[in-house]
Protein backbone atom coordinates (compact mmCIF):
# COMPACT_ATOMS: atom_id res chain seq x y z
CA UNK A 1 0.00 0.00 0.00
CA UNK A 2 1.18 3.52 -0.72
CA UNK A 3 2.78 4.98 2.32
CA UNK A 4 4.56 8.13 3.05
CA UNK A 5 7.15 8.60 6.06
CA UNK A 6 8.01 11.61 7.96
CA UNK A 7 10.27 12.03 10.80
CA UNK A 8 8.17 11.63 13.75
CA UNK A 9 10.48 13.72 16.34
CA UNK A 10 10.86 17.07 16.73
CA UNK A 11 13.77 18.98 15.25
CA UNK A 12 15.23 21.29 16.85
CA UNK A 13 17.72 23.97 16.11
CA UNK A 14 18.91 26.98 16.78
CA UNK A 15 17.68 30.62 14.77
CA UNK A 16 19.85 31.49 11.85
CA UNK A 17 20.73 27.48 11.31
CA UNK A 18 18.94 25.51 8.03
CA UNK A 19 16.43 23.52 8.49
CA UNK A 20 16.16 20.81 6.77
CA UNK A 21 13.05 17.86 7.22
CA UNK A 22 12.72 15.03 5.21
CA UNK A 23 9.43 12.86 3.29
CA UNK A 24 9.55 9.86 2.12
CA UNK A 25 7.25 7.85 0.43
CA UNK A 26 6.82 4.01 -1.14
CA UNK A 27 4.35 2.50 -3.66
CA UNK A 28 4.06 6.01 -5.05
CA UNK A 29 4.88 7.22 -8.62
CA UNK A 30 3.56 10.85 -8.20
CA UNK A 31 3.66 13.35 -10.76
CA UNK A 32 4.47 16.05 -8.08
CA UNK A 33 4.31 16.63 -4.23
CA UNK A 34 3.68 19.41 -1.86
CA UNK A 35 4.28 21.03 1.31
CA UNK A 36 2.27 22.63 4.12
CA UNK A 37 2.75 24.49 7.19
CA UNK A 38 0.14 23.60 10.15
CA UNK A 39 0.66 25.76 13.24
CA UNK A 40 -1.02 24.81 16.38
CA UNK A 41 -5.01 24.60 16.37
CA UNK A 42 -5.03 25.65 12.75
CA UNK A 43 -5.67 24.39 9.28
CA UNK A 44 -2.53 23.48 7.03
CA UNK A 45 -1.55 26.11 4.60
CA UNK A 46 -0.31 25.58 1.13
CA UNK A 47 3.64 26.44 0.85
CA UNK A 48 5.51 24.63 -2.28
CA UNK A 49 4.76 22.32 -5.07
CA UNK A 50 7.12 20.57 -6.68
CA UNK A 51 6.79 18.50 -9.75
CA UNK A 52 8.90 15.13 -10.96
CA UNK A 53 10.83 16.68 -13.61
CA UNK A 54 12.12 19.68 -11.22
CA UNK A 55 14.84 19.19 -9.17
CA UNK A 56 14.23 21.78 -6.93
CA UNK A 57 12.44 24.45 -6.39
CA UNK A 58 13.14 28.02 -4.08
CA UNK A 59 10.93 30.05 -2.90
CA UNK A 60 12.24 33.11 -0.36
CA UNK A 61 13.76 30.70 2.42
CA UNK A 62 12.06 28.11 1.50
CA UNK A 63 14.06 24.77 -0.70
CA UNK A 64 12.39 21.80 -1.76
CA UNK A 65 14.25 18.94 -4.16
CA UNK A 66 12.27 15.56 -4.95
CA UNK A 67 14.77 12.81 -5.89
CA UNK A 68 11.94 10.41 -7.58
CA UNK A 69 14.72 7.62 -7.81
CA UNK A 70 15.38 7.85 -3.95
CA UNK A 71 11.33 8.26 -3.92
CA UNK A 72 12.37 11.16 -1.36
CA UNK A 73 11.80 15.10 -1.13
CA UNK A 74 13.90 17.54 1.11
CA UNK A 75 12.00 20.93 2.51
CA UNK A 76 15.07 23.30 3.72
CA UNK A 77 14.17 26.27 5.51
CA UNK A 78 17.16 28.54 5.68
CA UNK A 79 18.04 31.45 7.86
CA UNK A 80 15.47 29.86 10.24
CA UNK A 81 13.63 31.94 12.62
CA UNK A 82 11.36 31.20 15.59
CA UNK A 83 8.32 31.99 13.37
CA UNK A 84 8.95 29.17 11.48
CA UNK A 85 8.51 27.15 14.75
CA UNK A 86 5.44 24.75 13.38
CA UNK A 87 4.59 21.10 11.97
CA UNK A 88 5.26 20.76 8.23
CA UNK A 89 3.69 17.93 6.36
CA UNK A 90 4.13 16.79 2.60
CA UNK A 91 1.48 15.23 1.16
CA UNK A 92 1.21 13.26 -2.57
CA UNK A 93 -1.78 12.89 -5.19
CA UNK A 94 -4.18 10.08 -5.28
CA UNK A 95 -7.29 9.42 -6.93
CA UNK A 96 -9.98 12.58 -7.68
CA UNK A 97 -7.41 14.82 -6.51
CA UNK A 98 -6.99 13.95 -3.71
CA UNK A 99 -3.82 14.08 -1.17
CA UNK A 100 -2.35 11.85 1.10
CA UNK A 101 -0.35 13.16 4.19
CA UNK A 102 2.52 12.15 6.03
CA UNK A 103 2.05 12.99 9.61
CA UNK A 104 4.26 15.47 9.73
CA UNK A 105 7.59 16.43 11.63
CA UNK A 106 7.69 19.64 14.56
CA UNK A 107 10.22 22.23 13.94
CA UNK A 108 11.18 23.90 16.67
CA UNK A 109 13.23 27.09 15.97
CA UNK A 110 14.74 28.27 19.26
CA UNK A 111 16.54 32.33 19.62
CA UNK B 1 -7.57 35.19 -1.52
CA UNK B 2 -9.41 31.50 -0.83
CA UNK B 3 -11.26 31.83 1.92
CA UNK B 4 -12.97 28.47 3.90
CA UNK B 5 -14.80 28.99 6.83
CA UNK B 6 -16.11 26.17 8.91
CA UNK B 7 -19.15 26.75 11.21
CA UNK B 8 -17.71 26.46 14.70
CA UNK B 9 -14.16 26.44 16.04
CA UNK B 10 -15.16 24.34 19.22
CA UNK B 11 -18.16 22.39 19.68
CA UNK B 12 -19.22 19.42 22.90
CA UNK B 13 -21.75 17.26 22.07
CA UNK B 14 -22.95 13.84 23.89
CA UNK B 15 -22.97 11.35 22.91
CA UNK B 16 -26.11 9.26 20.55
CA UNK B 17 -25.98 13.27 19.92
CA UNK B 18 -26.73 14.11 15.91
CA UNK B 19 -24.30 16.47 14.72
CA UNK B 20 -23.57 18.80 12.01
CA UNK B 21 -20.46 20.66 11.20
CA UNK B 22 -20.88 22.87 8.03
CA UNK B 23 -18.02 24.17 5.70
CA UNK B 24 -18.32 27.11 2.77
CA UNK B 25 -15.67 28.25 0.30
CA UNK B 26 -15.89 30.89 -1.33
CA UNK B 27 -13.89 30.11 -4.21
CA UNK B 28 -16.08 28.03 -6.88
CA UNK B 29 -13.89 24.98 -5.94
CA UNK B 30 -15.33 22.17 -7.47
CA UNK B 31 -13.69 19.75 -5.19
CA UNK B 32 -13.81 19.74 -1.10
CA UNK B 33 -13.04 17.62 1.25
CA UNK B 34 -13.52 16.17 5.29
CA UNK B 35 -10.52 14.93 7.40
CA UNK B 36 -10.20 14.33 10.89
CA UNK B 37 -6.80 15.01 12.53
CA UNK B 38 -5.32 13.07 15.43
CA UNK B 39 -2.44 13.15 17.48
CA UNK B 40 -0.09 10.52 15.93
CA UNK B 41 -2.90 9.64 13.21
CA UNK B 42 -2.03 12.66 11.07
CA UNK B 43 -4.78 13.72 8.34
CA UNK B 44 -7.22 11.13 7.22
CA UNK B 45 -9.81 11.79 4.50
CA UNK B 46 -13.39 11.01 5.72
CA UNK B 47 -15.58 12.21 2.56
CA UNK B 48 -15.11 14.05 -0.58
CA UNK B 49 -17.04 15.87 -2.84
CA UNK B 50 -16.11 16.63 -6.49
CA UNK B 51 -19.76 18.15 -7.32
CA UNK B 52 -22.63 19.39 -6.25
CA UNK B 53 -24.44 16.12 -5.09
CA UNK B 54 -21.85 13.93 -5.44
CA UNK B 55 -19.89 11.98 -2.74
CA UNK B 56 -17.34 9.81 -2.14
CA UNK B 57 -15.88 7.64 1.02
CA UNK B 58 -12.52 8.51 1.98
CA UNK B 59 -10.27 6.09 4.63
CA UNK B 60 -12.17 6.55 7.04
CA UNK B 61 -16.22 7.24 6.13
CA UNK B 62 -17.96 4.99 8.99
CA UNK B 63 -19.69 6.69 11.32
CA UNK B 64 -20.21 9.92 8.96
CA UNK B 65 -22.30 10.94 6.45
CA UNK B 66 -21.92 14.45 4.06
CA UNK B 67 -24.26 16.96 2.20
CA UNK B 68 -23.27 18.65 -0.53
CA UNK B 69 -26.49 20.59 -1.86
CA UNK B 70 -24.91 23.85 -3.34
CA UNK B 71 -21.21 24.07 -4.61
CA UNK B 72 -19.92 26.57 -2.25
CA UNK B 73 -21.18 24.27 1.52
CA UNK B 74 -20.29 20.84 2.62
CA UNK B 75 -21.69 19.32 5.40
CA UNK B 76 -20.06 16.86 7.68
CA UNK B 77 -22.90 14.88 9.78
CA UNK B 78 -22.56 12.33 12.87
CA UNK B 79 -25.71 10.52 12.78
CA UNK B 80 -24.65 9.34 16.50
CA UNK B 81 -21.82 10.69 17.65
CA UNK B 82 -19.52 8.50 19.92
CA UNK B 83 -16.41 9.35 22.02
CA UNK B 84 -13.94 8.03 19.60
CA UNK B 85 -15.38 10.82 17.31
CA UNK B 86 -13.53 13.49 19.50
CA UNK B 87 -11.50 14.65 17.28
CA UNK B 88 -10.13 17.78 14.97
CA UNK B 89 -12.10 18.20 12.04
CA UNK B 90 -10.64 19.99 8.89
CA UNK B 91 -12.29 20.86 5.58
CA UNK B 92 -10.96 21.70 2.55
CA UNK B 93 -11.48 22.80 -1.00
CA UNK B 94 -9.58 22.59 -4.01
CA UNK B 95 -10.14 23.64 -8.03
CA UNK B 96 -9.09 20.73 -10.21
CA UNK B 97 -8.16 21.18 -13.68
CA UNK B 98 -4.87 23.83 -12.53
CA UNK B 99 -2.48 20.73 -11.92
CA UNK B 100 -1.68 21.28 -8.68
CA UNK B 101 -4.43 19.78 -6.47
CA UNK B 102 -3.81 22.30 -3.81
CA UNK B 103 -6.12 22.48 -0.80
CA UNK B 104 -7.01 25.23 1.11
CA UNK B 105 -7.95 24.29 4.71
CA UNK B 106 -10.88 26.07 6.70
CA UNK B 107 -9.51 26.84 10.61
CA UNK B 108 -10.73 23.37 11.90
CA UNK B 109 -13.35 22.45 14.54
CA UNK B 110 -12.25 21.24 17.75
CA UNK B 111 -15.03 18.39 18.41
CA UNK B 112 -15.63 16.71 22.36
CA UNK B 113 -18.36 13.90 22.48
CA UNK B 114 -18.84 13.37 26.06
Known amino acids: SQKIEQNSEALNIQEGKTATLTCNYTNYSPAYLQWYRQDPGRGPVFLLL?????KEKRKERLKVTFDTTLKQSLFHITASQPADSATYLC??????????FGKGTMLLVSP | DVKVTQSSRYLVKRTGEKVFLECVQD?????MFWYRQDPGLGLRLIYFSYDVKMKEKGDIPEGYSVSREKKERFSLILESASTNQTSMYLCASSLPGEGTDTQYFGPGTRLTVL
Open chain 2, 27 to 31: MDHEN
Open chain 1, 91 to 100: ALVGGYSTLT
Open chain 1, 50 to 54: IRENE
